[in-house]
């Protein structure tokens, strides 16, 4: 797997979230630990467009979000 580690999910999950062995995911880190969902394009680019704005106008959004 090169330099990334595989996870074993339950199958109640993998059911759930209808991914099958060897499908990418994305991870996501959040406040209390990680989000992981099947690999989306378009949720992958957003993502992307949101850690540019988010480091482009770091200071904006503090001042918006009031901190």
């Known amino acids: 797997m090169g330099g ?3 996870v074993t999910l339950p199958k109640d999950i993998v059911d759930d979230l209808h991914v099958q062995p060897g ?3 994305t991870v996501v880190r959040i406040d209390r630990g990680i989000l992981l969902t099947p690999y989306d394009p378009v949720f992958e680019e957003a993502m992307r467009l949101y850690a ?3 480091v482009q ?3 904006a959004l ?3 979000a009031g901190k």
Do not use: F, K
């Open 57 to 59: 106008y770091r200071n």
């Open 62 to 64: 503090r001042e918006l």
């Open 4 to 6: 990334s580690v595989g």
């Open 23 to 25: 499908d990418t995911m």
């Open 52 to 54: 540019e704005a988010n």
